[in-house]
């Protein structure tokens, strides 16, 4: 834990906004900030300009999707457009004077699920986020699962279906191109799985189907995970989880049924995440602080 009076600030960068926030010692945010996400050879200035906002900081934590090395450096994002070895932690470090720790930005947020969320107090818990893709975080025998070059995590990237659906990636059939929250809607139709979700409330049994055969994507993933990992508690966030009283039963249904000896075993959890958007951004300032 930070100690008392220090300043952090943690930066979310998603596809579309770049969240900063202040937070305490003990992770409530104090304030925030938001700018749109630039290309990234303007990464550097937008993130300085967030600090400079929130009032400067002692330390800095960055989450940016994709692969991030230990030292900082983005190898590849397909979310962030012109990433590639981009040096997040030294360009930044450099600008501020100050402190940078980057990392992915699933894994920041599955941090502070595990610090400060829905997985508190677990020490083996699986956090996925079923955002515009999916990513998450890995915590076995309470230390956050980074790997031998700090890639660990990259679930949304398992490949579900040989020869599926073309992801941005570069891969076919990644579990993302099936179980991600923009995966939930209906391109033959141009419906968003918002619009599937009110139509499922009101009972339309095309909606409720869709949802159904999404729910059953989520769990082949999720069962892998936990025939792999074993946690005591798997945490499900991202916009679409919105809709828990819709989405969560069929996916705790598809779950059960797909998961192995499922009979013989105690299944773990299934709880959704409790820090919404700001996630990402305070896993990053706590881990920025905190050593894991």
Not at 66 to 79: C, E, I, K, M, Y
Not at 172 to 193: F, H, I, M, V
Request: charged share 20%; hydrophobic share 45%.
């Amino acid at each position: 834990m930070a100690p008392e009076g220090s300043r952090l600030v943690g930066i979310d960068v998603g596809g579309t906004k770049c969240l900063g926030v202040l937070v305490d010692a003990s992770g409530t945010v104090v304030a925030e900030c938001r700018k749109p996400t630039p290309h990234a050879h303007e990464l550097i200035p937008v993130l300085a300009s967030i600090v400079e906002e929130l009032g400067g900081a002692s330390t800095v934590g960055i989450g940016v999707p994709g692969l991030v090395t230990f030292d900082g450096v983005v190898r590849a994002s397909p979310n962030l457009r012109g990433a590639r070895d981009l040096p997040v932690a030294s360009g930044l470090g450099a600008a501020i004077n100050a402190r940078v720790h980057v990392e992915n930005d699933a894994t920041s947020a599955a941090f502070a699920e595990w610090r400060a969320g829905a997985a508190a107090g677990a020490d083996d818990a699986i956090v996925v986020t079923l955002g515009t893709g999916i990513g998450g975080g890995i915590v076995m025998g309470g230390r956050l699962q980074r790997g031998a070059h700090g890639f660990a995590g990259e679930m949304g990237h398992m490949i579900v279906e040989r020869d599926g659906i073309a992801c941005p990636c570069g891969l076919r059939g990644c579990w993302e191109r099936y179980a991600s929250g923009s995966a939930l809607g209906d391109p033959a139709t141009g419906r968003t799985g918002e619009q599937i979700v009110a139509a499922a409330r009101q009972g339309d049994a095309t909606s409720i189907a869709r949802i159904e055969e999404f729910a059953g994507w989520v769990a082949i993933g999720l069962a892998s995970l936990v025939n792999l990992c074993d946690p005591s508690v798997v945490v499900l966030g991202g916009g679409v989880l919105g809709s828990r009283d819709t989405v969560m039963p069929s996916i705790r249904t598809k779950f059960a049924e797909a998961l192995y000896s499922a009979e013989a075993r105690p299944h773990p959890r299934l709880e959704v995440a409790v820090l919404g958007e700001r996630a990402g951004a305070i896993g990053a300032a706590l881990l920025a602080s905190t050593p894991v």
